[in-house]
């Protein structure tokens, strides 16, 4: 993508060490060109000078930001992906770029070969401190913003230190309903296409082999939303994902569920319904009636809370705009 200005003002710094420039800007200057169309600015350098031209000062000084923000991360060791780039951007352009480096202070967990989880926004941030605080949580955004990921991490780490006994993770088996009797396989084949961002969130915090002989143990559940009823849910950590396609008679029946000593999380979109036009959302119901309750929280996310690939967010803000 070309920028072309009409009058360019030149932003001029230096990078403390010239071999950061590598790193910073990503292999064939990959880097370098994602923080050009994210924040409409040109950039050049040459060892550690950095020319930065863009419409305005302003444009040029959010660039400066966010590459100095990224080399703070060079110089504590920490990789730059992709992510990070997008992260910085987004920050800068939101005026949030003195809290970028603190959410790579906050690790949350290790993956399975022992890699850092941490927080990829502030709304992240918030959302897993309203968990810490609150015995229910509802996360309402777009797909792409690590509320299902987020929800298995935090699941994770209270099973780990001891807080709760078991995890359960549940949701409405097919979208519209939950007839599951026309599907073939047992129980489990017919849950499983469904849950499988579940499933991948699982196997890389805990691997394969660890998350089935947890599942075999029944330290971890994975079942229907229908098979929650009538049952207490005692130290366990909860979690409802696709909450937006529950009836609201489902979704009180789940909340209902909640034990001592247990939390829930309760993921959905309410753009992604799929449930019959003069069928209420269950989620929708919970948000107009539950707002009130000290103890529940809702965190809401929006499209430039995506964590995907920068066109993501793109594609969402234009299907909403419709």
Do not use: C, W
Request: proline share 3%; aromatic share 6%; glycine share 6%.
């Amino acid at each position: 993508m070309e920028i072309i200005y009409l009058a360019k003002i030149s932003v001029d710094f230096k990078l403390e060490n010239p071999e950061d420039a590598a790193l910073v800007f990503g292999t064939q200057d990959k880097y370098l060109t994602l923080l050009e169309h994210q924040l409409s600015v040109e950039i050049n350098y040459r060892g550690e000078m950095v020319q930065i031209l863009a419409a305005d000062d302003a444009s040029g000084q959010r660039a400066r930001k966010a590459i100095q923000a990224l080399q703070v991360l060079v110089r504590r060791g920490v990789p730059v992906h992709t992510s990070d780039v997008i992260i910085a951007s987004q920050m800068v352009l939101d005026d949030d770029i003195e809290n970028f480096t603190a959410l790579y202070e906050v690790e949350l967990t290790k993956d399975a070969v022992g890699k850092p989880i941490r927080l990829k926004n502030l709304v992240q941030k918030t959302y897993v401190d309203a968990v810490k605080h609150h015995d229910v949580v509802f996360g309402i955004g777009p797909a792409g913003t690590g509320k299902t990921f987020l929800a298995v991490v935090m699941a994770v780490q209270a099973l780990r230190n001891g807080q709760v006994k078991r995890i359960i993770l549940t949701r409405p088996a097919v979208e519209a309903g939950e007839s599951l009797g026309f599907l073939p396989g047992d129980l489990q084949e017919k849950v499983d296409p469904y849950l499988r961002p579940v499933y991948d969130a699982l196997y890389m915090i805990l691997g394969k082999n660890a998350t089935e002989r947890m599942m075999e143990r029944g330290i971890i559940e994975i079942a229907p939303l229908a098979y929650m009823r009538g049952r207490t849910l005692d130290d366990a950590f909860v979690i409802l994902d696709e909450a937006q396609n529950t009836t609201t008679m489902q979704m009180k029946m789940f909340l209902t569920r909640l034990g001592f000593n247990s939390k829930m999380i309760v993921n959905g979109d309410i753009s992604q319904i799929d449930l019959p036009s003069k069928v209420k959302s269950g989620l929708i119901d919970a948000t107009e009636k539950l707002s009130r309750i000290q103890a529940i929280d809702f965190i809401y996310f929006t499209a430039k809370d995506v964590v995907r690939h920068p066109v993501v967010a793109e594609i969402i803000n234009a299907y909403e705009k419709k």
